[in-house]
T-cell receptor, first 116, second 116 residues
Framework: AQSVTQLGSHVSVSEGALVLLRCNYS??????LFWYVQYPNQGLQLLLK??????LVKGINGFEAEFKKSETSFHLTKPSAHMSDAAEYFC??????????????FGKGTKLSVKP | DAMVIQNPRYQVTQFGKPVTLSCSQT?????MYWYQQKSSQAPKLLFH???????NEADTPDNFQSRRPNTSFCFLDIRSPGLGDAAMYLC???????????????FGPGTRLTVT
C-alpha cells in the first residue's frame, strides 16, 4: 500500500530564511505526487505536482520540489520565507491502481510558522 | 473562473438533527470527493463518486450518506450528527479516466460543522 511520511509536524523559520518541508513516500509504481497548502478555515490549494516529467517541479508562490526516486523523497523548498507562507502543508501521493485510482493518500501535514 | 463551491461555509446543527452539506463544481470533472478534516489532522476520505458510481470508504460510518444528482452537484448527508462529527468537511473534484489525467484534486473552501 502506498503511504506518505512528513517529517516534522511543526517547522519554524525566520522571514527570509530557507523553507524545507520533508516528504517521503512509498509506492510500488511511479507515483503522482502533490504538495497542497491550507490556510486557516480554508480548503486545500495545490502548490505543485509531479507527474513523471521533470524531476524539479516549480509551483506557485516561489515553491519548488524535487522528485528523488533513489531516496523516495519529494521535499518542498522555498529560498526565502515570507510571513504569508505561514500555513499547513500536506504532501500527497495518488493511488495508481484499481478502484481507488486517483484517490489521494495524505501525509499528516506540517505546520509552517514564519517569525518576523 | 472554474471552481468548487461549498455551501454553507459554516453550519451549526443540533445533536441528532439531520444536516446536509452541498458542493457544486463548474470544472466538469467526473470524480467528486467528500473529506472530513478535524483540527490539525489530514483530510480523511469519506467517499467519492466516479461518474455515477458511489465508492464508500470501509471505515466511513453509516451515519454519513451522499447523493450526486448530476455531474455538477454532490451532497453530504449526516443523518444523526454526534458531537464527534464536528469538523471541517471538504469537497474536491478531479478528472479521471482519460490519457494524461494527473488526478490533481481541486478543493472547495470547506464547510465547518458545529454540533451543539
Amino acid at each position: 500500500a502506498q503511504s506518505v511520511t512528513q517529517l516534522g509536524s511543526h517547522v519554524s523559520v525566520s522571514e527570509g530564511a530557507l523553507v524545507l518541508l520533508r516528504c517521503n513516500y512509498s509506492s510500488s509504481v511511479p507515483p503522482y505526487l502533490f504538495w497542497y497548502v491550507q490556510y486557516p478555515n480554508q480548503g486545500l490549494q495545490l502548490l505543485l505536482k509531479y507527474t513523471s516529467a521533470a524531476t524539479l517541479v516549480k509551483g506557485i508562490n516561489g515553491f519548488e520540489a524535487e522528485f528523488k526516486k533513489s531516496e523516495t523523497s519529494f521535499h518542498l523548498t522555498k529560498p526565502s520565507a515570507h510571513m504569508s507562507d505561514a500555513a499547513e502543508y500536506f504532501c500527497a501521493v495518488s493511488e495508481s491502481y484499481g478502484g481507488s485510482q486517483g484517490n489521494l493518500i495524505f501525509g499528516k501535514g506540517t505546520k509552517l510558522s514564519v517569525k518576523p | 473562473d472554474a471552481m468548487v463551491i461549498q455551501n454553507p461555509r459554516y453550519q451549526v446543527t443540533q445533536f441528532g438533527k439531520p444536516v446536509t452539506l452541498s458542493c457544486s463544481q463548474t470544472l466538469n470533472h467526473n470524480v467528486m470527493y467528500w473529506y472530513q478534516q478535524k483540527s490539525s489532522q489530514a483530510p480523511k476520505l469519506l467517499f467519492h463518486y466516479y461518474d455515477k458510481d458511489f465508492n464508500n470508504e470501509a471505515d466511513t460510518p453509516d451515519n454519513f450518506q451522499s447523493r450526486r444528482p448530476n455531474t455538477s452537484f454532490c451532497f453530504l448527508d449526516i443523518r444523526s450528527p454526534g458531537l464527534g462529527d464536528a469538523a471541517m468537511y471538504l469537497c474536491a473534484t478531479t478528472r479521471a479516466g482519460r490519457s494524461g489525467d494527473s488526478y490533481e484534486q481541486y478543493f472547495g473552501p470547506g464547510t465547518r460543522l458545529t454540533v451543539t
